[in-house]
């Protein structure tokens, strides 16, 4: 499963953006799907994961209260919203899914299936 994550760039402190994660000729629907960073120096953070199972939605308490995790079958998109951005979020961003329907504990402990290229947001006035 080739994945493929979009829509960082350049955001002001306390500004918002919208990452969007696809896989080119295929669906997501069936996949739980977690999104990591990784700032500079700093160990990999999973920050989101949206299982298949239920749809239930899991956070990471860096990002928690800002950040949404959401699905788009017909458009085989998973986005992650971010709100309220802060500096200490820039990192690179990266989107990965699994067939398993998993949490993001177990995504941050035993790593998903598949990843994409990441996506740099950096926060910054």
């Known amino acids: 499963v080739q994945l493929q994550a979009s829509g960082g760039g350049l955001v002001q402190p306390g500004g918002p953006l919208r990452l969007s994660c696809e896989t080119p000729?295929?669906?997501?629907?069936?996949?739980?799907v977690a999104w990591f960073r990784q700032a500079p120096g700093k160990d990999r953070e999973g920050i989101s994961c949206?299982?298949?199972?239920?749809?239930?939605?899991y956070y990471a308490d860096s990002v928690k209260g800002r950040f949404i995790t959401s699905r788009d079958n017909a458009k085989n998109t998973v986005y992650l919203q971010m709100n309220s951005l802060k500096p200490e979020d820039t990192a690179v961003y990266y989107c990965?899914?699994?067939?398993?329907?998993?949490?993001?504990?177990?995504?941050?402990?035993?790593?998903?299936?598949?990843w994409g290229k990441g996506t740099l947001v950096t926060v910054s006035s």
């Open positions: 990965t899914s699994d067939h398993r329907d998993v949490d993001l504990q177990w995504a941050s402990v035993y790593g998903m299936e598949n």
């Open positions: 000729g295929g669906t997501l629907e069936y996949y739980s």
């Open positions: 949206i299982s298949n199972g239920d749809g239930s939605t």
